[in-house]
């Protein structure tokens, strides 16, 4: 049986509406196949309740994961304030579940997660997407086991109040993640890349606490950026500076590798809120974005995504782009969809939306908590050999 692929988006004044005029296109356009698994990703603007009910209304009791972000993405571009529905119809088989306590322990909730996988022997695939301001990414990763081959993102939402909801079935909450554990006659590839250079500008992070980043080089951080980008430093407390900050991240040393962490806002006391904790004592690099560096990274994510298929044809892409790259590309938005499709082409359904962090596995090694990437996850059908 092949992989069936269709993408579904509706704006409404209420999610219920949108939830289910998006998933009533998607279901129209994946015709008499079955849906057996469905995304939706959804504007943290409307009720995670509503949109639910809205979805469900039509998908019956299809495995579905989903999550907020402050606009989706599908083939024509970027949706603000709407609800999209991506359904996959194939010979597979998914498990879902919802773990309400990830905000207060990355490290239990990868322990739950790893004795679901391990209830079924048979080789899986497991995606998931959970809360973005609240809960230890990091920590959620270093206890994953390396074989169990994992991929998700952190849901993003109303940045002032640090509002983002996570969906599966019929539950929907705030604080927690949702998984699928994919098993059967689909192969999945990945790939992810970002396009954040440093730029020469060098600190010492001299004090940090937890997820909070006080002070590099011995100044507030605030004071740090101010010195850079010539704002005044309280004014990096308030909108939109405190926002903006997330468009120039820190690369600090992590080994021999520079790796991406990313400030969600900078709070009033002037030290940035992180969702990945820092070292104190290491040296950290300013880092800025541009258009053609992420234009170069989406392709080179879906390429890579591409390669991990090897000679199996995708039949759909799940993009997670961070949210700067929608700050970062106001100016064209949706622009990283159409680098995607310089590698897939036009005719592949996709459907994603911006994080506040990515999660990928490398086949051996535990998976890396990601920020200010791109991440293409391929979907096809398995050869039977």
Known sequence: MTVFASVGSAQALDGREAGLQAAHKALNRLG????????????????????????????????????????????????????????????????????????????????????????????????????????????????????????????????????????????????????????????????HDHGWDPVGSQFRVTRSRGFWLRTLDGRPASETYSGLFGYPARDWAFPPLNYLARLYPLGVEQGEDLVVRSPIRVEADGSFRMNATIRDGIDAYLLVGSRVACERAAREAAQQALVQLGDVKPAFALVLVDVAWQMLLKAQPGIEIEAVQDILGKDIPIAGGYTLGQIASVEGIAPKFLNQHIVVILFGELNQA
Request: net charge negative; glycine share 12%.
């Open 32 to 191: 008499a196949n079955t849906p057996t698994l469905a995304f939706v990703i959804a504007s943290h603007q409307y009720q995670p309740r509503e949109v639910l009910n809205g979805v469900s209304s039509l998908l019956g009791d299809t495995p579905m994961i989903g999550f907020s972000s402050p606009a989706g993405l599908a083939n024509d571009g970027q949706h603000p304030h709407s609800v999209l529905v991506a359904l996959l119809s194939g010979d597979f088989q998914v498990d879902t579940t919802w773990l309400p306590g990830y905000a207060q322990s990355g490290r239990e909730t990868a322990i739950k997660v790893t004795q679901h996988a391990q209830v079924r022997v048979e080789r899986q695939s497991i995606l998931f997407f959970a809360d973005g301001f609240n809960g230890d990414a990091e920590q959620f990763c270093n206890t994953i086991p390396p074989e169990l081959n994992i991929t998700g993102a952190l849901s993003s939402g109303d940045l002032h109040t640090g509002n983002t909801y996570q969906m599966t079935g019929n539950q929907t909450g705030t604080g927690g993640l949702v998984a699928a554990f994919i098993r059967g006659n689909m192969k999945i590839g990945v790939g």
